[in-house]
C-alpha cells in the first residue's frame, strides 16, 4: 500500500492540512505529522542546540497526528529519520497551504516548499500545495483561528487528489518535488510553468510614525514573464517541476578552467 506522509507549515490544527488528508486518505496510508504552530515564511531553518517537542494531537476533524513543536524542516526530519525510519512513505505531501508560493524567492522563503525540498533531499518525491484565498486578509490572520473556513479548501482539496491520482500513474517524470498552486476561481486548466526569480508581491516602507519594511500583497496589474508561475496563478493551477540540485553543470565545466588559473601560494 501506497504511503503518505503529510506536512503543513501551519499548525496541525490548519483547514488546508484536513482538506490534504481528505483529499488521500482513500488512495493509501496517511501519516500526518505537522507544526504546532503557524511557521509561515520560516524558509528552511532548523532548530540546533535544543530540544524539540512534540506532542499526540488531532484534527479539526478528529484525526490523530503528531505535532512538532519546531519548524517545517523539524518535523520532516523527525517523522523520516526516527518515527518512520524503517516505515519510510512513498511520498511526502505539504500543504496545503494557506497562501501561494510565486518566484524562486518565495519558494525558498516558504516554509511549506521547505519541508517538501528537505524530504526530496532525503530522497522521498514530494509535492508542496498552495492555495491564494477569496479572502487576502485571512492569509495574515493566525492559523489557529482558521477553524470554519474549511469551506474554502473544497475546490483545493479536489484538486490534489486528481493531481496525487496523475502522479501515482505517471510519476515526477524526472522533478524530485513539485511546487503546485491553486488560483481563488475554480479552473479546469492547468499549466507546467517555470517560476520567476522575484517581483510577485509588492514590496515598501512604511512612511508612517513608526518605519518599517512591508512584504505585501501581489501586484495586481503587472505584466509577468510568459509560461511563469506569476502569469498563470490567476487564471490556472500552477506546478512547478524542483530539483534538490542546486549545481549548475553546464557552468561547473566551463568554471573547471579557475582550478589551473589560480594558485594559492602559502603564507
Known sequence: MIKFLLTCDDGYNSPGLLASKKAVENLGEVYVYATETQNTAGGSRMTVNKPVKYYKRNLLDGTECVSVDGTPVDVVRLALLHDLKDEKPDFVISGINIGEQISNSAIIMSGTCSAAFMASCMGIPSLAFGYTPDNEEIKYIHHADHNGF????????????????????????????????????????????????????????????????????????????????????????????????FTDHEKLKKLKILENELKFQEV
Open 150 to 245: 474549511e469551506h474554502m479548501f473544497d475546490f483545493p482539496q479536489k484538486v490534489e487528489e486528481k493531481i496525487v491520482k496523475w502522479v501515482l500513474k505517471n510519476g515526477l517524470k524526472g522533478a524530485d518535488w513539485l511546487n503546485i498552486n491553486i488560483p481563488t476561481k475554480k479552473t479546469d486548466n492547468i499549466k507546467v510553468v517555470r517560476a520567476i526569480r522575484d517581483g510577485y508581491y509588492d514590496n515598501g516602507i512604511d512612511k508612517r510614525k513608526d518605519h518599517f519594511f512591508n512584504i505585501g500583497l501581489p501586484f495586481k496589474n503587472k505584466i509577468f514573464p510568459e509560461n511563469s508561475d506569476a502569469e498563470w496563478i490567476k487564471n490556472a493551477v500552477t506546478v512547478v517541476p524542483c530539483h534538490v540540485d
